[in-house]
């Protein structure tokens, strides 16, 4: 019975030195080993021996990069504006040994160098920069991170501003700002399109009228046209007819009745071709009896009796 137990004890014991003895790390684990106290090798991942008793493996140590939110913290601008800022940091650790031994605390460092890098860089810069310039403060953040953190076998991947939050009185004036912005390019807009409408009416309005002016004078040219052909026609039938004397009297005879016509014409003088147009109409129609009797005309110019 007693060598039944001792058997079962050296088995227990065979179990427990061979799981001491056999390590499997896992994908993107690390582990570190101490020999007596001292660092004695890092364990990459897969099938691992170590000697039980005499060295120890550490905590698995995580090489994925790794997110870490710190809460806010409370930043004096250059123009002494206390604002909130939240940070959020991605980092990966490289070298499993220093980030064991180089620092006790690395997230407790990290964060405190992350506050005091960050009360740095906006101290240097006004509230509209802080607000408007986040990029840069990212880039010299992780700068100044990363040379920092280095020596500890960390690498800062990015840093991220997730929030600055002014007092609620500035953000109020800047509320107001915005909307005045806002306001001041909407009036200026709506004055552009004023401008532009009127220009384009104004151009229209030209247009207009020059197209008129070429209409006005497309039809003064065409009825000066047709009256020069219409007396150049009349011309030639009167030169063509080779009218006489007595014919141009009976004509210039029907139209002194349309001279006549109108209520201002209260007393009109007439002319002296009248009397000749008449002595020649009268001689057409006695067929030139008279002629003898006619007295002799007085000189061109003077006065005539009918």
Request: negative net charge; hydrophobic residues 45%.
């Amino acid at each position: 019975m007693v060598a039944l137990i001792a058997l079962i004890v050296v088995l227990l014991f065979a179990l427990f030195v061979a799981a001491q003895t056999i390590r499997i790390i896992p994908q993107a684990r690390a582990g570190v080993v101490e020999r007596f106290g001292r660092f004695s090798r890092t364990l990459e991942p897969g099938l691992a021996i170590v000697i039980p008793f005499i060295d120890r493996v550490k905590p698995l140590i995580d090489l994925r990069e790794q997110v870490v939110s710190f809460p806010p913290s409370g930043v004096i601008t250059e123009d002494n504006v206390t604002v909130n800022i939240d940070t959020v940091l991605y980092f990966t650790i490289t070298d499993p040994k220093a980030a064991s031994y180089e620092i006790a605390n690395p997230l407790q460092a990290i964060e405190q160098l992350t506050v005091t890098t960050l009360r740095n860089v906006i101290g240097g810069l006004t509230l509209e920069d802080s607000l408007t310039s986040r990029d840069q403060i990212n880039s010299q953040l992780r700068t100044v991170l990363d040379e920092a953190t280095g020596k500890w076998g960390i690498r800062i991947a990015r840093v991220e501003l997730k929030a600055v939050d002014p007092p609620a009185g500035i953000q109020e004036a800047m509320e107001k700002q915005m909307r005045a912005e806002r306001d001041r390019r909407a009036a200026i807009l709506n004055a552009e399109g004023f401008k532009q409408s009127q220009i384009l009416t104004a151009e229209g309005e030209k247009q207009s009228a020059v197209l008129r002016a070429e209409g006005q004078k497309t039809a003064a040219i065409l009825q000066a046209e047709g009256e020069a052909s219409a007396i150049a026609t009349v011309f030639k039938a009167i030169h063509d007819g080779d009218p006489d004397p007595k014919l141009l009297s009976y004509q210039y005879l029907q139209m002194l009745p349309q001279i006549a016509k109108g209520d201002a014409n209260k007393l009109w003088v007439i002319p002296s071709e009248f009397t000749a147009a008449l002595g020649q109409l009268s001689s057409a129609f006695t067929g030139g009896s008279n002629a003898d009797d006619r007295k002799p005309e007085p000189p061109h110019g003077g006065p005539r009796s009918l």
